[in-house]
């Protein structure tokens, strides 16, 4: 039986219009790092198609050892120098982001190392050897679930950054973080579900 990180990590879980207060556990993640807006011929989306092979030749390098899993979703961390250039004028150019993919615990770091070297012998893309394995300890979060296109998520980062953190005695820390469920290339923008993560800590 395949194991479903959405359906098994409390961290999945998100409501739309609803923010919620919760502890992130620590999770390991393959990472790459780049700079400026996503795009179709972008870094991030060169980013991308690093990340995924090693993904799934982890994916089936663990499945031989009998933990079959889906492959968790394409995640990312998004930050820039003034913060509001994620919700007043989005200037796609001032971002820095991390693109990341969850891999389950029980996958090694020289699981990961020998995954990169399958990786490259094969097809080698662009940005391998940039991609990395870390662990993120985010602790205390706020977020919701977004559902319509990204470019919207604005009005709903300001009412977290602006009204519900302050209100609740927390303040911001660390970096805005998105969760995609879905693939954008295959599901219509006005149904595209986004989990929208802030960690904070209390005043």
């Not at 020998?114 to 940039?130: C, E, I, Q, R, T």
Request: glycine share 4%; hydrophobic share 45%.
């Amino acid at each position: 039986m395949k194991i479903d990180v959405k359906k098994t990590l409390d961290c999945y879980v998100a409501s739309h219009d609803t923010f919620r207060i919760l502890d992130v556990a620590p999770q390991q993640y393959l990472m790459i790092d780049g700079h400026g807006a996503p795009g179709a011929d972008s870094e991030y989306s060169a980013a991308i198609a690093a990340l995924y092979p090693v993904a799934y030749t982890l994916k089936f390098a663990s499945k031989a050892l009998d933990k079959d899993y889906v492959v968790p979703p394409l995640e990312a961390l998004w930050w820039a120098q003034d913060m509001a250039a994620f919700t007043t004028g989005r200037d796609k150019s001032q971002w820095d982001w991390t693109a990341m993919i969850l891999a389950p615990d029980w996958i090694t770091d020289q699981m990961f190392a020998d995954a990169v070297a399958a990786v490259a012998a094969k097809s080698n893309p662009a940005g391998l050897d940039k991609v990395r394995f870390e662990t993120l300890n985010e602790g205390l979060c706020v977020q919701t679930l977004h559902i319509g296109p990204y470019d919207y998520e604005a009005d709903t980062l300001a009412t977290m950054h602006n009204e519900f953190i302050p209100e609740h005695g927390l303040r911001m820390t660390g970096k805005h973080h998105e969760i995609y469920f879905n693939d954008f290339r295959k599901v219509a923008a006005s149904k595209l579900r986004t989990i929208l993560r802030q960690p904070v800590e209390k005043i």
